[in-house]
């Protein structure tokens, strides 16, 4: 077949035309133009961000004619050679598919030798994380003194599954996402050279769907072409994305901030009904409020949002349906609500009942509010309990009778009264203080459950109440 993917048509073929990789590209340059190359090199990073390539750029950079060089020609025998996959000096084997030790061993003692054409012996294995624990054992004789014209590249997207032991018999390069003003570059470029159209929003589309993968974004460029021809519509292009109507999204974001949660199992179901899975849908609405927030917090957003102006329109009118902190309550109940969902028996019960919640957030006061209107209430309360200083101390109700409890039968002789003398003294003149104090033990004393239960036993009567000094009196009381 003469046709090939864009993929393969545009891999690069130099460190320069890395994308996203710089502090990886300029590392190995100087590595070779130093000519400090290591014996082992482990490339970890997610699918399709050059892990492989950047292996074979190293392979022709090492073997070309005209080096050990930072710059292949590929041009010469050695690096057209690596280039179509037919070097007999460098191998290329997928540790998913040969992962045992009976198939480490002969690679082992294929490390062992000179090479028979090029200038060094390159070993890559692909998703080296895949081989066993006894096929990892068996490569560490040999990647701690291997031969000096053999070098060893591993690559895998699974970092944390190989072992410590190989990991320190090697230089690590951890390969980063592409960013998408890298993808978007990368695929313009590509349009150019293929004649196509489309959009910078559909660039930016695929560039976000890619997720920072260059191989997926040009993989998708590739389908849309296949699809739409050489002139692809946006509208074509969320077809093949399986892109969320924005008008759905801005429907529920609409539901909540308008408080209608009689809307949502409408707006569920219509949901269902286009075919989406309520997962995939799930992560779009995380993303339209975050979109929201973003346009609610940052001064000029549409630098950082891949949306043609009338969505962006859009989003602003949206934005003000709320305010930033309703939308990061939103979004933080997203969030945390994730996993439920994606782990639930009914995803879609779970879906309903948190947008509902979602619709009441607006009802919620913050605890802040409640602490301010407290301090108020009490600042109130205080300023209408304040009097002014009293220059004297109330009058007493006149005490009748100054006798111990009487119990019995009344005695019919007169009890003696004393009334005290008028209040002339100040509230601090101690002497006339007695009276006052007795009058507050007397309603102490009838308060107390003891006293009532004895008055009602022995119908008792209280006349006076006077403070008891001393053990004797207690004991003759």
Not at 163 to 177: L, V, Y
Not at 324 to 332: A, K, S, T, Y
Not at 368 to 378: A, M, N, R, V, Y
Request: one cysteine or more.
């Amino acid at each position: 077949m003469s046709y090939l993917i864009y993929a393969r048509k545009y891999r690069p073929k130099t460190f320069e035309e890395m994308i996203g990789q710089k502090a990886v590209v300029q590392t190995l340059q100087n590595a070779v133009k130093n000519n400090r190359v290591a014996q082992a090199y482990l490339f970890s990073g997610m699918r399709g961000v050059g892990k492989t390539t950047a292996a074979r750029i190293l392979a022709k950079a090492l073997n070309c004619q005209h080096g050990p060089t930072p710059t292949p020609c590929n041009k010469c025998e050695f690096c057209l050679s690596i280039n179509e996959d037919r070097s007999i000096d460098v191998l290329e084997i997928d540790g998913a598919s040969n992962r045992g030790v009976e198939d480490i061993s002969p690679i082992r003692d294929t490390g062992k030798y000179k090479p028979i054409h090029s200038r060094f012996k390159i070993i890559i294995i692909d998703e080296v994380h895949m081989l066993s624990t006894h096929a990892f054992n068996a490569l560490l004789k040999t990647l701690e003194e291997p031969p000096p014209s053999t070098v060893f590249i591993f690559a895998t997207t699974e970092f944390h599954k190989v072992p410590a032991t190989i990991i320190s018999r090697c230089q690590h390069f951890e390969f980063k996402k592409v960013s998408q003003k890298d993808i978007i570059n990368h695929l313009m470029d590509i349009c150019k050279k293929e004649g196509l159209t489309i959009s910078p929003y559909g660039l930016g589309l695929i560039a976000e769907a890619s997720d920072g993968s260059i191989r997926d974004a040009q993989s998708l460029l590739d389908q849309a072409v296949a699809f739409c021809g050489e002139n692809i519509g946006d509208q074509e292009l969320k077809e093949i994305l399986g892109t969320v109507s924005q008008d759905l999204l801005f429907e529920f974001s609409s539901a909540v901030f308008e408080e209608k949660p009689e809307a949502v199992f409408s707006l569920v179901e219509k949901v269902i009904e286009s075919g989406h899975d309520l997962r995939f849908f799930f992560k779009e609405l995380v993303e339209h409020f975050r979109n929201l927030l973003l346009i609610a917090s940052v001064e000029n957003a549409q630098d950082l949002l891949a949306f043609n102006p009338e969505e962006l329109t859009r989003l602003k009118e949206e934005s003000q349906k709320a305010s930033p902190e309703d939308f990061l309550r939103c979004l933080q109940a997203l969030q945390q609500a994730e996993p439920g969902m994606r782990y639930s028996s009914h995803p879609q019960i779970y879906f309903e009942v948190l947008l509902v919640r979602l619709c009441h957030f607006k009802k919620i006061v913050l605890l802040k509010d409640i602490l301010q209107e407290i301090d108020k209430i009490k600042k109130e309360g205080a300023v209408s309990a304040e009097s002014p200083p009293r220059t004297s101390w109330p009058s007493p109700p006149p005490i009748k009778a100054q006798e111990k409890l009487e119990t019995g039968p009344r005695s019919s002789t007169p009890v003696e009264t004393k009334t005290p003398a008028a209040a002339s003294h100040t509230p601090f003149e101690k002497p006339n203080d007695e009276p006052i104090k007795q009058e507050r033990e007397m309603d102490i004393a009838l308060k107390d459950p003891a006293v009532k239960t004895f008055m009602r036993t022995f119908k008792a009567r209280v006349l006076s109440v006077e403070p008891i000094k001393g053990k004797a009196k207690e004991e003759e009381d």
